[in-house]
């Protein structure tokens, strides 16, 4: 045995730290649960599209003075929706900011 033994493997890479590229821990947590939040956000903008819908083609009682405050009114919810569906594809780290700031401005 000589002092070669090891001299035939590839030298070790250096550990880097957490990236978004690939969280783990804590990290995944707070990016599964800032999905989950922004998915409920995508909800909450269905069920308001649907129930405002609702107030105007089915029963009637609500009746809009502009063709602009309908589009307003139909055109917010699902565009927001839209918004929140896509920033779930984010990376953690702008997505979890991104929520963030959303529940902050909602508070």
């Known amino acids: 045995m000589s ?6 493997r590839e030298p070790r890479k250096p550990t880097l ?12 947590k707070v990016a599964r649960l800032s999905t989950a939040v922004l998915w ?6 269905v069920l308001v599209f649907l129930y405002l819908l609702h107030q105007q083609a089915v ?7 502009s ?8 055109g917010l ?3 927001l929706g839209l918004l929140l569906a ?3 594809r984010l990376r953690p780290t702008p997505r979890t900011n991104l929520t963030l700031l959303l529940v902050s401005a909602a508070v």
């Open 77 to 79: 919810p699902v565009i």
């Open 3 to 8: 002092g070669r033994e090891g001299a035939d």
């Open 59 to 65: 029963t009637g009682q609500r009746q809009f003075s």
């Open 17 to 28: 730290p957490l990236t978004d590229d690939g969280p783990s821990g804590s990290t995944a």
């Open 40 to 45: 409920c956000g995508v909800v909450a903008c």
């Open 67 to 74: 063709p602009v405050s309908m589009l307003m009114a139909y």
């Open 86 to 88: 896509a920033a779930t």
